[in-house]
């Protein structure tokens, strides 16, 4: 929040973007404590004087293109789903993205709009 305040100071007409992911609570209400948080961050980051602010909610993201895991065990589990995350971005965008897809989605709503703030898993992936 420090940062993007400090943006927002600077130069109002930037387009903020942020990843949260899915099961952010917007209502600041919910019994898990880390999608409060979230949602208390997401709400305070789209009062800021940004030309624009987007929040993106990706449920779960294939890492592509060489992006690797610091975490050993996590990089292992990557590789041995990897056929399977392939699958399940075709038959579940709703609950799987990938690196690329989202990478492209916030440069093009940064650069373009759009018309919700709030963007899950479908509105990434069919950006």
Do not use: C
């Amino acid at each position: 929040m420090a940062a993007a305040t400090t943006l927002a100071k600077l130069n109002p007409s930037m387009v903020l973007t942020y990843v949260t992911g899915r099961g952010t609570d917007s209502s600041e209400s919910g019994s898990l404590m880390w999608a409060r948080i979230k949602g208390k961050t997401e709400n305070d980051l789209l009062k800021l004087p940004f030309k624009a602010a987007y929040m993106f909610r990706p449920a779960a993201i294939q890492p592509l293109h060489g992006v690797r895991s610091k975490t050993g065990w996590v990089q292992a589990i990557y590789v041995a789903t990897a056929p399977f995350l392939t699958f399940l971005n075709r038959v579940a965008p709703k609950y799987m993205t990938t690196s690329a897809q989202l990478g492209r989605a916030m440069i093009k709503v940064a650069r373009e709009g759009h018309p919700k703030p709030v963007l899950e898993s479908e509105d990434i992936n069919r950006l």
